[in-house]
């Protein structure tokens, strides 16, 4: 089965990645029938294993075919990161509703983990989390998280003021206290640092 699944994702690269047209997809960020199709082809089922952990093997397929057709789709926000948070939700509803997002390809989400301190070097979840009433509210900042899904969300690492113990929390892009500033990268990826400021957040895992 994993022969025949590698060669499903060389044909795909061979027929949808076409040297010619790789100028044409860096410059869209990706290609929205690509997309659709690999959801079709239940590739992003690959993000919900029996364990309800990615599948480890098929997906190095998986990111091999995407690095030898330099594919621009958000599958990092589908197999990465995300997808390991995603399965390990505290909560069993928040875990199938982001799952099955990212099954169906319809949700990815972007993981929100690299900072930067004002020295210029990276640092590790300076990000704060505040327990409210509601919830958690998250403050600090986010640099260059890959694949930014506009409205699919962001999962977003953070130390808990009280236990001071870090964790995940699940965050929406047009939420209040929010502010994004998307960019993309030479290649054509997807990049976007985040602002946080008393934002209203979901607790995820730790």
Not at 24 to 37: D, P, Q
Not at 103 to 110: I, T
Not at 177 to 184: S, V
Request: net charge negative; aromatic share 8%; with cysteine.
């Amino acid at each position: 089965m994993l022969i025949l699944f590698e060669d499903a994702l060389q044909r795909f690269n061979r027929e949808r990645y076409a040297p010619v047209r790789l100028v044409e997809y860096a410059r869209r960020g990706g290609c929205r029938e690509h997309w659709s199709e690999m959801a079709e082809l239940g590739w992003f089922e690959l993000a919900l294993a029996e364990s309800g952990r990615p599948a480890l093997v098929p997906l190095l397929c998986l990111f091999r075919a995407a690095g030898e057709g330099l594919w621009r789709e958000p599958i990092h926000g589908v197999f990465g990161e995300a997808a390991l948070a995603a399965s390990s939700a505290a909560d069993p509803a928040l875990r199938q509703r982001l799952s099955e997002g990212l099954a169906s390809g319809d949700a990815p989400l972007a993981f929100a983990d690299r900072e930067r301190s004002a020295q210029g070097r990276v640092n590790t979840r300076a990000t704060s989390a505040q327990r409210r009433a509601e919830g958690y509210v998250l403050s600090g900042d986010k640099v260059a998280v890959l694949d930014d899904p506009g409205g699919a969300g962001y999962l977003v690492t953070a130390r808990d003021m009280e236990s001071g113990r870090a964790a995940c929390y699940r965050v929406d892009p047009d939420a209040q206290g929010i502010q994004i500033a998307r960019y993309t990268t030479v290649e054509g990826r997807a990049l976007a640092d985040l602002h946080m400021n008393q934002v209203p957040a979901q607790f995820v895992c730790d």
